[in-house]
C-alpha cells in the first residue's frame, strides 16, 4: 500500500533519515522500532506530509505522494495522529470528533434549499456519529467531558476515534501507549485491532512497550541510526545481533 524508497530527511548537516526503504502491506499493523533518535517520527512526518523529504520517494497504492501536504493526504484517506491541540482542551470529546476536517454524516447534502433545517440535520447525524465512535472506542461516558480533563489513555483513544470521523485507510499512531496504564493500554489495542479486522484500517505503529508491540503487530520493522536495520516478527527482530548491538549502543 505504501512504499518508502530510500527516504533521506536532512536537519541542517545532520541525517535524521538517512536513506530508509519499506513497504507497509495493505490490511496490516506494522510496528516501527528502535531506540531514540532513531528517525521514527520523522520518517512518520515525512510519509505524513508534515516535513519534505530532502530526497527519496514515497507511493501510495501506486501514486507518488511524495512531499504531498497533510491535508491532501488526508482526503486520500492517509492519517497521522495529533495531540489534541490546546485550543480544544475546554471543548468536550463528543465536540472535538465533530470538528474533525472533513468529516460527514454519510447523508447526501443535495438539500440546500432547506438551509437552516438541512444543518441541523446534518449537526444531528454528526452527533450520532461522534456518540458511536465514542462508544466503539467505550468512552461514550466521556462524551460531554472537557477534552483537558481526561486522562492520557483516553486522550489517546480520542486521538484514535477523530481516525474515524472520515474514511481513513492507513493510520500512523505516534507512541499511543506512552503514559498510558495497561487497563487502557488494552483498550487501546482493541480498538486498533478491531479497526483493522472489522473496517480494513492499515496501521502504522511507533511504540516503546514490546508487549503491545508483540501483540498488534506483524510485521516489525527497526530502525536505528536514520536506516531500517531488520524486518520481522518481533521474535525474530529481537534475535537479530544487528538490533541488539544498536540497542545496547544507546
Ligand atoms: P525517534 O522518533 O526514533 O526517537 P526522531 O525522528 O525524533 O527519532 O529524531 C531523529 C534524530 O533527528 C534525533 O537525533 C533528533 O534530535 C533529530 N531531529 C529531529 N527533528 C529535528 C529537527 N526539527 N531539527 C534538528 N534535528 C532534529
Redesign the pocket.
Known amino acids: 500500500m505504501i512504499v518508502v524508497d530510500n527516504i533521506v530527511k536532512q536537519?541542517?548537516g545532520?541525517r535524521?533519515v538517512d536513506g530508509a526503504s519499506m513497504e507497509i502491506a495493505k490490511g496490516s499493523i506494522t510496528g516501527l522500532i528502535?531506540p531514540?533518535?532513531?528517525?521514527?517520527?520523522?520518517?512518520f512526518n515525512v510519509v505524513a506530509g508534515v516535513l519534505k523529504p530532502t530526497s527519496g520517494r514515497v507511493t501510495m497504492d501506486g501514486e507518488d505522494i511524495t512531499g504531498l501536504p497533510p491535508h491532501t493526504l488526508f482526503h486520500k484517506g492517509l492519517l497521522r495522529t495529533f495531540q489534541i491541540a490546546h485550543e480544544f482542551q475546554t471543548m468536550t470529546c463528543r465536540e472535538n470528533l465533530m470538528m474533525v476536517p472533513g468529516a460527514q454524516s454519510g447523508e447526501t447534502l443535495w438539500n440546500t434549499w432547506f438551509g437552516r433545517r438541512r444543518i441541523a440535520d446534518e449537526e444531528r447525524a454528526l452527533k450520532a456519529k461522534a456518540d458511536e465512535v465514542l462508544e466503539f472506542l467505550t468512552i461514550e461516558h466521556l462524551a460531554d467531558h472537557k477534552a483537558g480533563q481526561v486522562s492520557g489513555g483516553q486522550k489517546k483513544l480520542l486521538e484514535l476515534g477523530r481516525t474515524m470521523m472520515v474514511d481513513a485507510k492507513i493510520v500512523f499512531l505516534d507512541e499511543v501507549g506512552a503514559g498510558v496504564n495497561r487497563t487502557l493500554l488494552n483498550t487501546i489495542a482493541d480498538a486498533i485491532q478491531r479497526l483493522n479486522t472489522e473496517r480494513g484500517y492499515t496501521f502504522v505503529v511507533?511504540e516503546h512497550d514490546m508487549d503491545f508491540i508483540g501483540r498488534l503487530c506483524d510485521p516489525v520493522i527497526c530502525?536505528a541510526e536514520g536506516k531500517v536495520l531488520a524486518e520481522g516478527t518481533l521474535a525474530e527482530i529481537k534475535a537479530n545481533d544487528h538490533v541488539i548491538e544498536a540497542y545496547l549502543g544507546t
Open positions: 536537519f541542517g545532520f535524521a528502535g531514540n533518535g532513531a528517525g521514527k517520527t520523522t520518517l511507533i530502525m
